[in-house]
């Protein structure tokens, strides 16, 4: 079993920075990519950011590229999303899903554990 706990939600204004953190413990997290997914009122949840086990290799959703960034300490046992949020569109709740594979995928199909997610509320 992997617990995986998201932080950093909150209310921020168009344009300001918001830092998601995802912390996991049961396993070892190396093992595992990483996806951050979000979801809207009244919408199914989407793909945002991917990494793989080791870094080095990570994938945006068209609507968040050179906006959000996807990062992770595999020594803190952590993933995070940095985000420079735009009003409305990146309202949301953010989830990390972990999986136990060299990958991440932009389907929420593989991904075996997620968190409670973290409200990030974007104003204009």
């Known amino acids: 079993q992997v617990q995986l706990v998201e932080s950093g939600g909150g209310l921020v204004q168009a344009g300001d920075s918001l830092r998601l953190s995802c912390a996991a413990s049961?396993?070892?997290?190396?093992?595992?990519?990483m996806g951050w997914f979000r979801q809207a009122p009244g919408k199914e949840r989407e793909f945002v950011a991917g990494?793989?086990?080791?870094?080095?290799?990570?994938g945006y959703a068209d609507s968040v590229k050179g906006r959000f960034t996807i990062s992770r300490e595999n020594a803190k046992d952590a993933v995070y999303l940095k985000m420079n949020s735009r009003a409305g569109e990146d309202t949301a709740v953010y989830y990390c899903e972990a999986r136990a594979a060299l990958l991440y995928r932009r389907g929420r199909d593989g991904y075996e554990y997620w968190g409670q997610g973290t409200q990030g509320t974007v104003s204009s």
């Open positions: 049961g396993r070892t997290f190396s093992n595992f990519s």
């Open positions: 990494i793989r086990r080791f870094g080095g290799n990570t």
